[in-house]
């Protein structure tokens, strides 16, 4: 029965137990997304707090695909030497890190005066300002930079890389029939609109090879009318499999989802949490990958279960390290009550501030006992 202290392998990657810091966006980066000494430190405290693996917050591959303030950057060769700081940090505190990979899309904010975003469709109803359709040439430009990227990130001693397909974003937006509704060999049938991600692997693998892993995040579904249904998200992964993908991390949602998502607040009770696990299972029974399941997961007990379930092998969890950076080792120590996160969201209105995220609710606490 497998543990969620024993150690595994994904394509060479060496992790020392099964939990996984999932991407967040920190608010951490300079104007121009270089890597700052308080995001070294963040990931600093993630490993020396226990997580096997860190996946570090979406990193913009190019500046249009940027998609708010403060963002981590990997769309230059001179913003390598601060990523090998980061990961310099965490292995030295014996953590794995990966740097995932992202292209806003739609919904990139560049702070650029007049900058049109970019999306597979130019249709409206999902931001305010409009938004340009690709031309073949734009994408074959970001499939080559995501290419690039992933070289950088290689270069800087990342252990591998995550595609950001997932929550809306540009190629999450190409895979969905509610955002892309394009006539050419990118839209139409599943196999045309999942032709981008494939080919972004293929770039990927081009420029790092085979020995080294790369993850991908997808969606279950959008939770969205018209958006990508989960029969269909299985069958994606599929050709993610046969394409040579590591690993898929499960989420779900867009930014247009609203109330139709997840409920991703107020998760009080353990019957609240894994809201992606029904899913999980569906992936599992279809594709023969390890599964990295994100959504709610708070306590002990049910991350437990779903390993041994296998439901998931891998379980990744956000808010609670923001919360709580040593979680793991608290759990390695057998202390197994739940996260202290109460799910409120609050940690990110400092960030949007250009605070950085933390955890207003620790921070009261603390300042209450000084």
Not at 63 to 74: D, E, N, S, V
Not at 81 to 109: C, F, S, W
Not at 349 to 362: D, F, L, N, S, T
Request: aromatic share 8%; hydrophobic share 40%.
């Amino acid at each position: 029965m497998p543990e969620l202290f024993e150690t595994t392998n994904i394509n060479g990657m060496i992790i020392k137990n099964r939990f996984v810091r999932s991407a967040t966006w920190e608010g951490m980066a300079k104007d121009d997304g270089t890597c700052t000494k308080k995001l070294i430190d963040l990931m600093s405290q993630l490993a020396k707090g226990g997580v096997g693996l860190i996946i570090t917050g979406h990193a913009y591959i190019r500046k249009t695909g940027k998609a708010g303030p403060w963002q981590l950057g990997i769309y230059e060769d001179r913003l390598v030497p601060g990523l090998r700081e980061m990961t310099d940090a965490v292995h030295n505190n014996d953590g794995k890190i990966v740097l995932q990979l992202a292209h806003a899309g739609m919904y990139a904010n560049t702070g650029i005066p007049g900058d049109t975003a970019l999306a597979p469709s130019a249709i409206s109803g999902y931001r305010k300002s409009p938004v340009q359709e690709m031309t073949l040439q734009n994408i074959e430009e970001l499939v080559k930079d995501f290419g690039l990227a992933a070289e950088r990130a290689k270069t800087a001693g990342f252990d591998g890389v995550q595609i950001h397909a997932a929550h809306g974003y540009l190629l999450s937006q190409f895979l969905s029939p509610a955002y892309n509704i394009r006539k050419d060999k990118y839209g139409g049938s599943l196999e045309n609109r999942a032709a981008v991600l494939i080919e972004v692997l293929k770039s990927i693998r081009k420029r790092v090879g085979k020995s080294y892993p790369v993850l991908i995040k997808m969606n279950t579904q959008d939770f969205l009318e018209g958006g990508l249904e989960l029969n269909d998200s299985i069958k994606v992964a599929a050709m993610l499999e046969k394409a040579g993908i590591d690993t898929i991390e499960l989420s779900g949602g867009t930014i247009a989802s609203g109330k139709k998502g997840p409920i991703r607040t107020g998760i009080v009770s353990e019957k609240n949490e894994a809201y992606f696990k029904d899913a999980a299972f569906a992936f599992k029974e279809n594709i023969d990958l390890p599964i990295m399941l994100v959504g709610g997961i708070r306590s002990f007990s049910l991350a437990r279960q779903l390993v041994n379930d296998n439901i998931a092998d891998y379980i990744s969890m956000s808010r609670p390290f923001i919360r709580e950076p040593g979680l793991i080792n608290r759990w390695k120590d057998g202390k197994h009550n739940k996260s202290a996160c109460i799910s409120d969201s609050k940690c990110f209105i400092p960030a949007m501030g250009g605070k950085g995220i933390y955890c207003v609710v620790e921070k009261r606490l603390r300042e209450k006992k000084l």
